[in-house]
Each structure stands twice: as C-alpha cells, then as structure tokens.
Nanobody, 121 residues
Framework: QVQLVESGGGLVQAGDSLRLSCAAS?????MGWFRQAPGKEREFVAS????????RYGDSAKGRFTISGDNAKNTIYLQMNSLKPDDTADYYC?????????????????RGQGTQVTVSS
C-alpha cells in the first residue's frame, strides 16, 4: 500500500499562483494529479513518469501548470500559475505502477486524500 500525502492547497485570488506537493511512501511509480470540482467529473491534470522523462498535461493545465518531481524525496509538485476560478477543485495525487500514460487515461493504483484549491474572482 502506497501512502500519498498532498499539501499546498488554499484560497487564492484569480491570477495568483500555488504549488501543490505530494509525498509518496514508496518509489517506483509514475505519479500525477487529478482534480474534481463539485458536480463535475474527475479531470486529469498532469503526470510524470517514474524517472521524470515523460510529462503529460491535461488540456486545462497546458501553459499554466508545471509538474515536477524530486526522486530523492519521493515527492512531486504541481506549480499552478495564473489561476482562474474554474481551477477551483479538490486536487488529488495519484500513483500508477503501469506508467504515466495510465494516469492520463484516468487510471491509478493509489490516490491521496486530496487538497482543496479555491480561486476567487
């Protein structure tokens, strides 16, 4: 069982930035982020392969969000810039033994409890 612990959410204004972190209890997994807003389906945000060589973004993240990883700390980050009210959601960290493409397809083996991001207009 892999434990994923997110941090870094909060309440910000439109145009602000936030950095989310996700610490994993084990190595060897592709990792990524999903988000889910009230009344909406879960949405893929970004993923990074186990060695960091492959990075994928969902359409809503392209150009504004950057995913990165620190293998020494078993931690990934999501730098979110130019935040919009539409970015308001619970953001979940996820891990996949089967690669970052599987995360992009909406599948994961483990997920965290989530951290809430609220962007006011």
């Amino acid at each position: 069982q892999v434990q994923l612990v997110e941090s870094g959410g909060g309440l910000v204004q439109a145009g602000d930035s936030l950095r989310l972190s996700c610490a994993a209890s084990d190595t060897g997994y592709a990792m990524g982020w999903f988000r889910q807003a009230p009344g909406k389906e879960r949405e893929f945000v970004a993923s990074i392969s186990r060695l960091g060589r492959t990075i994928r973004y969902g359409d809503s993240a392209k150009g504004r969000f950057t995913i990165s990883g620190d293998n020494a700390k078993n931690t990934i980050y999501l730098q979110m810039n130019s935040l919009k009210p539409d970015d308001t959601a619970d953001y979940y960290c996820a891990a996949s033994k089967g690669g970052s493409g599987r995360l992009q397809a909406g599948e994961c083996d483990y997920r965290g409890q989530g951290t809430q991001v609220t962007v006011s207009s």
